[in-house]
């Protein structure tokens, strides 16, 4: 039977509440126990997919092409494993669900109301993921914070849950934040207090803290807080700033966050096998070099819109002993070459990520001539890939004007276009190329030497393709085509095998790469920058 840890936020947003869901999952994996995590966001969308990244951060897409929220991507990196649609609950597709059946007469003529239905189809999704992925122990992430109008019923939906399961089948770990007064050098507990006194008069008595702070908490200071929010001494967690996201678990795991979970689950506290972890926090803290690779995009200034590009950087950086530092470039701001020069002269690898709309595409097309023309490592996804296509399209196939028609209508080649399967698509949620798809790659290319397969799979998420009719005339003006379909007619690669590195993928690498295993595409990008500057 599955057990359940329900994990919500006190005082304040963006606590950091999805990393200590992913460090507890990952600490539950190394004792030898099968692992699964939801995220239940309240916000109304049905997804996060039609939301701006200003808005909400990445979206992060599944394999099954679920479309998802950015904590998802955490879960997958500190878990190691692949989720998917039912690990992500939204109020919208809650409500989506319960009105459907309400139009179909599925509730036989019954009034249709918060409780019990909209709380009952809460319930069964976390029955679902039980169902589908058949965990040891469910993690379900609550957003937002305790106190909201919007997760109401979802906090209610689990107060039902725990008495239905029963005591020792669920726990509730509420993570809060401890603010620090630096004039008086001390730091507040009444916030946490007050934020448990709302959680119980839900009916949810928490049966662990978890104390986010800058610093460190003293054993009297935890006592207290135990005292006043009745809870065990030894379920008081501290989790101070860390330097990396990655120390996270091992900083909880000292603390005896895990036997503390099994034994309030009333299972058995197995050995942990934390070593290769140990080894990964080994790596991240003793660097052996640094490069600097520029992020060029449109959403610079939410760092979140580009998580698992960030942190697929990071990843290469661990493998290969070396300190990344990142220069984020608002592509906007890229006016001329001059302009890509000032910026660019001084980095070691260039990705240009994923986006949507106008707003910027001409300076990206100046970051990738900079790159192109100066052989400085160059990485493109998605719309990187689309980008490096019509700057190649233009300035070395001489194609005038050559664009998307995602950005000109009238451009005279339409390099990158519409999927004819997306042309008579009229809605905008979830209806993208998303998901999951086979790619076969060419003998004798970069895509080949890094993959060390001839077919791979790789997860998208996009609406325009490459225009196979320019295949012939970019190909012969010496682009490389080393990704396909497994019917070769969509481009999913493309090569410039002039330079060292210069990659682009129409699909998202960004999503499959791991702490301990970086995906071979942000390797290779790694690797050729290292090589360059130490040569
Ligand atoms: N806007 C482009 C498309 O829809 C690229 C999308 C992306 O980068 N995710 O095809």
């Known amino acids: 039977m599955t057990k359940y840890i329900f994990i919500t936020g006190g005082v304040v947003s963006s606590l950091g509440k999805g990393i200590v869901a992913a460090s507890l999952g990952r600490l539950l994996v190394s004792r030898g126990y099968k692992v699964s995590v939801q995220k239940f966001d309240p916000y109304i969308n049905v997804d996060p997919g039609t939301m701006s990244p200003f808005q909400h951060g990445e979206v992060f897409v599944c394999e099954d092409g679920a479309e998802t929220d950015l904590d998802l991507g955490h879960y997958e990196r500190f878990i190691d494993t692949n989720l998917s649609q039912i690990n992500n609950v939204t109020s919208g597709s809650v409500y989506q669900t319960v009105i459907n059946k309400e139009r179909r007469g599925e509730y036989l003529g019954a009034t249709v109301q ?33 106190g909201d109008i919007e997760s109401l019923p979802f906090i209610e939906a689990i107060r039902q849950f725990r008495a239905e399961v029963g005591p020792q089948n669920s726990m509730s770990i509420h993570v809060t934040l401890l603010p620090y007064l630096p004039t008086s050098g001390e730091l507040k507990t009444k916030p946490t207090q007050h934020s448990v006194n709302v959680l119980r008069s839900y009916g949810i008595q928490p049966e662990m803290l978890v104390l986010r702070t800058q610093v460190p908490v003293s054993k009297s200071e935890k006592d207290k807080i135990a005292l006043f929010c009745s809870v065990n001494k030894e379920s008081v967690i501290e989790c101070k700033d860390l330097k990396s996201i990655y120390e996270v678990p091992l900083y909880l795991e000292k603390q005896g966050i895990t036997s503390q979970v099994l034994k309030t689950l009333n299972l058995e506290d197995k050995p942990a096998d934390l070593v290769q972890w140990a080894d990964l926090i080994n790596k991240i803290n003793n660097p052996k070099h640094e490069l600097t690779v520029a992020i060029a995009g ?35 701001e890229i ?201």
């Not at 009229?426 to 998901?435: E, I, Q």
């Open 114 to 146: 918060m409780i019990p239905h909209i709380t009952g189809e809460i319930k069964s999704r976390l029955t679902l993921a039980s169902k589908r992925n058949n965990p040891d122990i469910l993690i379900a992430e609550i957003g937002g914070t305790i």
């Open 335 to 535: 006016l001329t070459d001059e302009d890509a020069k000032a910026h660019l002269c001084d980095v070691d690898a260039i990705v240009v990520p994923g986006g949507f709309g106008v707003r910027g595409i001409e300076g990206k097309l100046k970051v990738v001539k900079y790159a192109r023309e100066n052989n400085v490592p160059y990485l493109g996804l998605c719309l990187g890939m689309q980008c490096a296509v019509i700057e190649f399209a233009r300035n070395v196939a001489h194609l005038e004007d050559a664009n998307s028609t995602e950005f000109d209508k009238n451009t005279p080649h339409k390099v990158v276009d519409l999927m004819e399967e997306q042309k008579n698509i009229a809605g905008y949620g979830a209806t993208m190329r998303l998901g999951s798809y086979p790619c076969k790659i060419a003998p004798n290319t970069k895509a080949r030497e890094v993959y060390g397969s001839d077919l791979i799979l790789e997860r998208h998420r996009h609406r325009f393709e490459f225009n196979s009719e320019y295949k012939d005339i970019l190909t012969k003006a010496g682009l490389v085509i080393s990704g396909t379909s497994p019917d070769e007619l969509l481009a999913e690669i493309v090569e410039y095998p002039k330079n060292d590195w210069f990659v682009a993928c129409q699909f998202h690498p960004e999503f499959k790469s791991r702490p301990q295993k970086p995906h071979p595409l942000f390797d290779g990008l790694i690797k050729t920058a290292l090589k360059k500057k130490l040569s």
């Open 298 to 332: 449109k959403y610079t200034e939410l760092n979140d819109a580009y998580i698992s590009v960030v942190e697929s950087l990071k990843h290469a950086g661990f493998q290969n002993d070396t300190k990344i530092n990142l220069k984020w470039i608002a592509s906007e």
